[in-house]
């Protein structure tokens, strides 16, 4: 909604309501706080088979570090990033949307020596902190230890595979030197084709229609692994790769969609669980709803290489948005646009008058009017 005022009436937004800073004094005892936790910390950590430490919090200790880092990701500067950094080595079991809130801190505002800090964790052999040592990999621009994580194994039996698989995805989103171009053309390549193959069988090579409706190509983990290369893939190749990315963009809110329903269908409406359903839905919600925040994280971090795209590549970038079909891509596109310059966006609203989204055609030819 805040797009859609400040493009027909941007001068209702001319007041908002900015989030408090932080104040120095709040930024003082926040940091204050956390370099003294830091320290009990290292007391309590484990370090499995010899790798870096990490502590479990338990109840209120948890709380209170939860409550502290998301009090310093108001705030802005070197001086709270190295703390956060430190967060995500010290504290195990951290939650994935606080691990990634920190990382999205800092990418905006990086901390002196990170690449010291994330081969640090990738020798961890607890999980949690040894998939945030790959995000950093990204964040750090270390292509050479990123390739070696994409062509090794995970570093101990115990280790989440899963968590691992998608870690890297989003690492490899978070990369900004052209050193995996060649292999991000190779595993796009093969997803393009295995999906293609997949669909051709569905609907016999024609358009979807009520009888063939639209459905995913690709399991869900190679969906997001997908976004994710080609989020990295248009900062090197726009031309080639701007349409899949600008579409698969929209998409991820549709994925989450997705993730929801899966997690609904675990539970019957009727009668009771079976043991096995029982099981299976212990392992298979927390899952669904971890991707479910993969995905919401990989929007977040690709949406300036998709506002980028619409400023840089109009056409390119307006071929993969007229291809939205859902009510999710419609409105993500919304916002994108309401957010342009108003002079920008005629050449875009043009091409989205043929969008295969009725509301989204209609849309842009009102603006246009």
């Known amino acids: 909604m805040k797009a859609v005022f400040t493009w027909l009436a941007p001068d209702a937004m001319q007041k908002e309501n900015a989030v408090a800073a932080l104040s120095a004094e ?5 940091l204050g706080q956390l370099d003294q936790a830091s320290v009990g910390d290292l007391m309590q950590a484990t370090a499995p088979e010899g790798g870096a430490s990490a502590s479990e919090l338990k109840g209120a200790a948890l709380t209170g570090r939860v409550r502290a880092i998301d009090g310093l990701l108001q705030g802005s500067g070197k001086d ?4 956060l950094a430190g967060q995500l080595g010290n504290v195990a079991n951290l ?9 999205r801190f800092l990418r905006r505002d990086p901390p002196t020596d990170l690449g010291a800090t994330a081969r640090k964790y990738a020798d961890s052999r607890v999980s949690s902190v040894y998939g945030s040592g790959l995000h950093l990999f990204g964040v750090a621009g270390d292509a050479d230890s990123l390739r070696r994580e ?12 899963e968590a691992r698989q998608r870690d890297l995805a989003l690492a490899v989103s978070l990369l900004d030197k052209p050193d995996l171009v060649e292999e991000g053309r190779r595993r796009v390549g093969a997803w393009n084709a295995q999906e293609k193959a997949l669909l051709d069988a569905w ?6 229609s009520l009888a063939r409706s639209e459905m995913p190509g690709l399991n869900a983990d190679d969906l997001f692994q997908r976004v994710a290369w080609l989020a990295y893939l248009v ?3 726009p031309t080639t790769y701007g349409a899949q990315f600008a579409r698969e963009w929209l998409l991820t809110a549709e994925y989450q969609d997705y993730c929801s329903r899966s997690i609904d269908n675990l539970y019957p409406r009727m009668g009771e669980m079976s043991p096995a359903d029982k099981k299976r839905a212990a392992v298979k919600d ?33 071929a993969g948005l007229a291809r939205a079909h859902f009510t999710l891509e419609f409105r993500a596109t919304m916002n994108l646009l309401g957010a342009m310059d108003r002079g920008s966006e005629a050449g875009i609203l043009e091409r989205l008058t043929h969008a295969e989204n009725r509301d989204l055609a209609d849309f842009s030819a009102a603006r246009l009017r």
């Open 26 to 30: 709040e930024r003082k005892k926040l």
């Open 150 to 161: 994409l062509a090794g194994e995970a570093p101990s039996a115990e280790m989440d595979k």
């Open 95 to 103: 939650s994935l949307e606080t691990r990634l809130a920190i990382l």
């Open 80 to 83: 709270i990033a190295t703390v």
């Open 286 to 318: 927390p899952s669904w709803r971890r991707l479910s925040v993969y995905l919401e994280t990989l929007r977040a971090i690709a949406q300036p290489d998709m506002e980028l795209l619409l400023v840089k590549n109009p056409e390119v970038a307006a």
């Open 203 to 208: 609907t016999g090579g024609k358009p979807f």
């Open 235 to 237: 900062r090197h190749e």
